[in-house]
């Protein structure tokens, strides 16, 4: 259970981040505030895990405040301006939060804050076994040879660096699961990556290495994928257009 509080200047604004965590068994809603100075009293005396913070507030911004709070906090960003939302990268937020907000875009943000929360899962597990399409046969797949799995119905199809397409009875949702997260992310319904083979981002679709498909990013998955990236993007002034990035490694 994560305890969160909401900072923002709008009453509706509050009352609907409140509706969503109330519709989220694992958030626990401890405060609300309308201003940085209410805020920062509210996490003096509470317990806080999670932070729904707005960027333009008067008197003191979203951003300033994310100075003061230095880290200390998971913080997921609500503004109504995207660009605004990428200076938060800067100081490390989790997300950030395009208004109106919509319930399964709050879901895939607050789900990416349990799961920093919770002891990452790491590449110890060096390669997995999975259900091939002859009955009885359990084929070894190496982690780190996995360039992007691919949703095939009752399939889902391994494809490797070794230009190999491995057929396998699974849910992509459930491998989801079981992948580790640092290194694979679900950028489709139908397709999840390596974040390592990342050659190029160009408009919505995906370059990677060893293999001439492009996969293309889902409209759900869009936001916090990005966000995802925009950590590692090399800039001069901190703040860049979404947009073609070329090369990620």
Known sequence: MMNCIVVDDEAHAIELLTLHIEQTPFLKLVGTAT?????????????????????QMPGMSGIELLKVLNDRYKVILTTAFREYALDGFDHHVVDYLLKPIFFPRFLMAVQRAQETTSAPKTETEDFILVKTEYKGKLLKIKINDIIYIEGKGKYICFHTKDGEQIMALLNIGGLEEKLPTDRFKRIHKSFIIAVPFIIMIQGNMVQLEFTKNQIPIGQTYRDTFMALMMDKVLTNKGREEPGPIDPIR
Do not use: G, R
């Not at 100075?37 to 895990?49: H, I, P």
């Open 35 to 55: 201003n940085p100075a209410e805020a920062l009293q509210l996490l003096n005396s509470t317990e806080v895990d999670l932070v729904f913070l707005d960027i």
